[in-house]
């Protein structure tokens, strides 16, 4: 991080800041306007949109900015940045359509509004930071090929698992050893957690029922895992992975010596110390890294355990942001075709009719599958499931596929999956005429 701390230091002599807005103002939104406001002097957030404006000011509240100036188009966001004015705006379309913004942060965690600002942000060339793993899974394959063409930064956060992963993934290649498992510490697993079991947990820490439920029931953990082997390049060993309950972070090079797979896997660890953040497992068959490694307490090889006790989302984000505006560097990125699909699985017995509640609710949890078998399977994404109608009686455990149910109409998310599934055909036609 030296090099971003060096990049956002010369912005600060030159008066000249990053020009940051912010497109969602709740728990995660309004912390990372805190973060930026008060931490950051070579970024500023000169916008915040929110559907309900009240929660947008609220954001720059909690950050000490009591004075804010209300928006409703492009050159009156212009205005607003030229006179060093906090703007809000409920409109997102300002954001992107003002020439000033240089990077837009997408923090709604929502999938089809969550895309069409990540869209229409590329497409207005802006960087793209991305506080929404559940959107980046669904479709961020596609829109990082819209971002390529737009020659703007399309990327997750420092700080959430996936970035943690992926930092320590180049740490691990920077010393010599071949990353071959990678993934996050988890804490608690149930896939039969739901909004009511949930409800008393979310209300004590602020959080919304269904956000606690995708982070018990595995879906939020799934759909991290796709981002960071859609950045990657790492597969899934086994639907829903392997998943190992142990005692320990340093258990994990015993238990996986014998389940590795070519081109490496993501996967999770359960409940071993120190049970929150991020792991890798690199491996070395050099005998003069192997015996400095060992030297080192690290171990004897061949396979060794690195990882990061804790992840900062919200703290790390103004990294993400630095490093996208002046480096042109994505922390975690897609890269190229998709790997992975969190797919959507009965949490209980379902019936025809039933309209799917989506992420963190009561109808499914998600499993983690290699994007080809998904796709070969036609299973359904967890990201699209939100308010899709089943078409027949599903059992419990059963994986949905899109022959079980009707889709909602005109939806941006759909569109995208059709174009991401496309490129993964055309990669297969291409293979088997080479």
């Known amino acids: 991080m030296i090099i971003v701390d060096s990049a956002l230091a010369e912005r600060v002599r030159e008066d000249n800041p990053v020009r940051v807005g912010v497109v969602g103002a709740g728990f995660s939104g309004s912390r990372i306007v805190h973060q930026i406001v008060t ?8 916008a915040v949109a929110n559907r309900t404006q009240a929660h947008a000011e609220a954001a720059y509240r909690l950050a000490g900015v009591e004075r804010t100036r209300r928006v409703t188009d492009p050159t009156a966001l212009q205005r607003s940045i030229g006179a060093r004015d906090y703007a809000v705006t409920e409109d997102p379309d300002v954001l992107w359509n003002c020439p000033d913004v240089d990077v837009v942060i997408e923090a709604t965690g929502t999938i089809e509004h969550g895309a069409r600002v990540a869209l229409e942000s590329i497409r207005h060339g802006k960087h793209v930071v991305l506080v929404n793993a559940e959107m980046d899974a669904t479709v961020g394959p596609i829109l990082r090929q819209y971002a390529d063409r737009a ?26 050893l071949d990353p071959v498992v990678a993934g996050n510490l988890k804490g608690l697993y149930d896939r039969y957690r739901n909004p009511t079991t949930q409800a008393e947990f979310a209300r004590r820490n602020n959080q919304k029922p269904e956000a606690m439920t995708s982070f018990a029931d595995g879906t939020k953990l799934s759909m991290e895992l796709a981002v960071l082997a859609n950045a990657s390049g790492f597969g899934v060993a086994r639907r829903g992975m392997y998943g190992p309950a142990l005692d320990d972070v340093y258990a994990a090079p015993a238990y996986y010596a014998d389940k590795l797979i070519d081109g490496g896997m993501v996967d999770f660890l359960c409940g071993a110390k120190p049970a929150n953040g991020a792991f890798v497992l690199g491996r070395t068959d050099d005998p003069v890294r192997a015996d400095y490694l060992r030297y080192l307490k690290m171990g004897d090889g061949p396979l060794y355990a690195f990882y990061t006790p804790f992840h900062l989302p919200h703290l790390e984000v103004p990294n993400t942001v ?104 055309q990669d297969s036609m291409v293979a088997r005429t080479a």
């Open 39 to 46: 931490a950051v002097p070579g970024l500023r957030v000169v």
């Open 151 to 176: 020659g703007v930064v399309f990327t997750d956060t420092d700080g959430d698992e996936p970035g943690v992963a992926m930092n320590m993934l180049r740490f691990v290649r920077s010393i010599g």
């Open 322 to 425: 630095a490093r996208a505006a002046l480096l042109g560097d994505a922390t975690v990125t897609p890269q190229g075709l998709p790997v992975a699909d969190a797919v959507a699985v009965a949490k209980r017995d379902l019936r025809a009719g039933e309209t799917l509640d989506g992420i963190g609710g009561y109808c499914c949890y998600t499993l983690l599958e290699n994007y080809a078998e998904a796709r070969s399977e036609n299973l359904l994404p967890m990201g699209v499931s939100a308010e899709c109608v089943l078409k027949r009686d599903i059992n419990k455990d059963t994986v949905l596929t899109y022959a079980d149910i009707e889709l909602p109409a005109g939806r941006l998310c759909d569109r995208l999956r059709v174009e991401q599934d496309t490129l993964l055909r």
